[in-house]
Nanobody, 120 residues
Framework: QVQLVESGGGLVQAGGSLRLSCAAS????????MGWYRQAPGKQRELVAV???????NYADSVKGRFTISRTNAKNTVYLQMNSLKPEDTAVYYC??????????????WGQGTQVTVSS
């Protein structure tokens, strides 16, 4: 089995910064795309940022220029550096990854979520 464990959430004032981490562990053959999603109360889960195995990135328009996604393949870990945080960034942030436990058997895995709260 595979586990995605997030850390780094918390409470921060508007304009502040947080760094989220997500480490994948377990029986892993390969990891393709890794990313972050978020879900605010009463809203649908939305994509925040993704990064491919080769390092290509894509961001939601609402976080471009403020958030940076990166990964360390040797540690099976993805990060989300969040700067200039706004109250509207408040949400539960979920780590997401396409992982295969055996060759050719890709599957989407989710972390348990970490709360990010930005006060005004």
């Amino acid at each position: 089995q595979v586990q995605l464990v997030e850390s780094g959430g918390g409470l921060v004032q508007a304009g502040g910064s947080l760094r989220l981490s997500c480490a994948a562990s377990g029986t892993i053959f390969s990891i393709k795309t890794m990313g972050w999603y978020r879900q605010a109360p009463g809203k649908q889960r939305e994509l925040v940022a993704v990064i491919t195995e080769s390092g290509r990135t894509n961001y939601a328009d609402s976080v471009k220029g403020r958030f940076t996604i990166s990964r360390t393949n040797a540690k099976n870990t993805v990060y989300l550096q969040m700067n200039s945080l706004k109250p509207e960034d408040t949400a539960v942030y979920y780590c997401n990854s396409i992982i295969s436990v055996v060759a050719g058997n890709d599957r989407i895995w989710w972390g348990q979520g970490t709360q990010v709260t930005v006060s005004s």
